[in-house]
């Protein structure tokens, strides 16, 4: 039982287009992150959300985390090919030291 | 300053083989997380080491191991390799808590692609 499961699994869209990854569970977490990950490299850390219905903002990309803590959301507005990754949401539950993750949302998007 | 280095990036080895992965975390990171990456099961944590002692452990068998030194620089260990242990092995460093770090951030290196034949 995957105690994150993020959707769409796998989206290619166009450059310009907007999209949604989704991030949910029915557990509370202390803590979300969001990595990018690109071929050949480690997942790079996007982002770390804490308080419920918390919206960050980095550039293009809005992140918020649900009220109840339970999940979260990736929204990208005019997507560019430099996007292109695998996009990763983890959640710690309390102060266990221990990240789970989801398993992760391909996005490819094309010119 | 520089990042995580994992070494070696790439290697091959046979069924009941073991293997030994090598991590040097962040400069002044203390914690360091071995993951294992595959395509069917995702990204899964395998255990994390702070002040050379293994504090949390995931849900793999005793094969896999590992130790950190006092330099905070980190080993992981696979012993009697089976061709499901191919994958790619992530290390990640964060600063703790008490060390000002924040919600359990993690640091990964470009990891070392493992392939068991």
């Known amino acids: 039982t995957q105690l994150l499961e993020q959707s769409p699994q796998f989206l290619s869209i166009q450059e310009g287009e907007n999209l949604t990854v989704y991030c949910n569970s029915s557990?509370?977490?202390?803590?979300l992150q969001w990595y990018r990950q690109e071929p050949g490299e480690g997942p790079v850390l996007l982002v770390t959300?804490?308080?419920?219905?918390e919206v960050k903002k980095l550039k293009r990309l809005t992140f918020q985390f649900g009220d109840a803590r339970k999940d979260s959301s990736l929204h990208i507005t005019a997507a560019q090919t430099g996007d292109t990754g695998l996009y990763l949401c983890?959640?710690?539950?309390?102060?266990?030291?221990?990240?789970?993750f989801g398993q992760g949302t391909t996005l490819q998007v094309k010119p | 300053k520089a990042g995580v280095t994992q070494t070696p990036r790439y290697l091959i080895k046979t069924r009941g083989q073991q293997v030994t992965l090598s991590c040097s975390p962040i400069?002044?990171?203390?914690?360091v997380s071995w993951y294992q990456q595959t395509p069917g099961q995702g990204l899964q944590f395998l255990f994390e080491?702070?002040?050379?002692?293994?504090?949390n452990k995931g849900n793999f068998p005793g094969r896999f191991s590992g130790r950190q030194f006092s330099n905070s620089r980190s080993e992981m260990n696979v012993s009697t390799l089976e061709l499901g242990d191919s994958a790619l092995y992530l290390c990640?460093?964060?600063?703790?808590?008490?060390?000002?770090?924040?919600?359990?951030?993690?640091?990964f290196g470009p990891g070392t692609r493992l392939t068991v034949l």
């Open positions: 400069s002044g990171h203390r914690s």
């Open positions: 983890a959640g710690e539950r309390g102060n266990t030291g221990k990240l789970i």
């Open positions: 990640a460093s964060s600063l703790t808590r008490l060390a000002g770090g924040r919600y359990n951030e993690q640091f």
């Open positions: 959300v804490v308080t419920g219905g």
């Open positions: 557990s509370v977490f202390s803590s």
């Open positions: 080491y702070f002040s050379e002692t293994q504090r």
